[in-house]
């Protein structure tokens, strides 16, 4: 009869204790496109008599991935955000002048088809304002510019990947510039209205 009582001791012990360790599993989070849709990146008005643009702050609007969100411009200084958009201009949350530790390249493929982030890949970050991790120039980053136009088109097959604020990744396809995402914009479409896709990696993979 002891021996029994102390079986059915240790087979309770034992159950408690799985049962401890399944409570302590820590679930694993999926990885979820989400599009945004009409971010603004300090819109402007064009003055119709001079053609010079009126209006901006000449701020940056800084966007948290893992929130989905805006985040104020006083935690600037902080590793909350990050992305910045400001008409054509990216910045990453990392580098010289930046406080997380963020940084980015353009990889030139399909935004599904981007399963891993490879293992040669090379994050840049910025360094100054001439010198950001995402190029603002026609053809060198996520755009074109039509100068007879004076239009600005994503580069089909171009996608952001970032190293986040906080040290995770995440990748990027900007897919409109303009207000409404119009899918043929003119001269009077509302510009420095970003429509983009991302997807986030919250477990600090990799993988996508």
Not at 138 to 161: A, E
Not at 177 to 204: C, I, M, V, W
């Amino acid at each position: 009869m002891k021996n029994f009582a102390m079986l059915l001791s240790s087979a309770m012990l034992a159950l408690a204790l799985t049962s401890c360790k399944e409570d302590n599993v820590t679930p694993v989070q999926p990885v979820v496109t989400e599009t945004v849709r009409d971010l603004p990146a300090d819109p402007v008005r064009i003055d119709p008599a001079t053609g010079r643009p009126l209006g901006g702050t000449n701020r940056f609007t800084l966007y948290s991935l893992r929130e989905n969100r805006i985040v104020a411009n006083s935690d600037s200084a902080t590793n909350k955000w990050d992305i910045g958009l400001r008409g054509t201009t990216l910045i990453v949350n990392g580098g010289a002048i930046r406080s997380g530790q963020g940084g980015a390249f353009i990889f030139t493929g399909l935004f599904d088809e981007l399963k891993e982030i490879p293992a040669t890949a090379t994050f840049r970050t910025d360094q100054s304002p001439s010198d950001l991790a995402i190029p603002n120039a026609s053809g060198q980053g996520w755009y074109n510019y039509n100068s007879q136009t004076h239009l600005i088109t994503p580069i089909p097959g171009r996608v952001i990947v970032l190293r986040t604020g906080d040290g995770k990744f995440a990748k990027v396809e900007i897919l409109s510039y303009y207000k409404g995402a119009p899918a043929a914009p003119t001269s009077t479409s509302e510009s420095r209205h970003y429509t983009f896709r991302f997807s986030f990696q919250p477990d600090g993979s990799r993988k996508f």
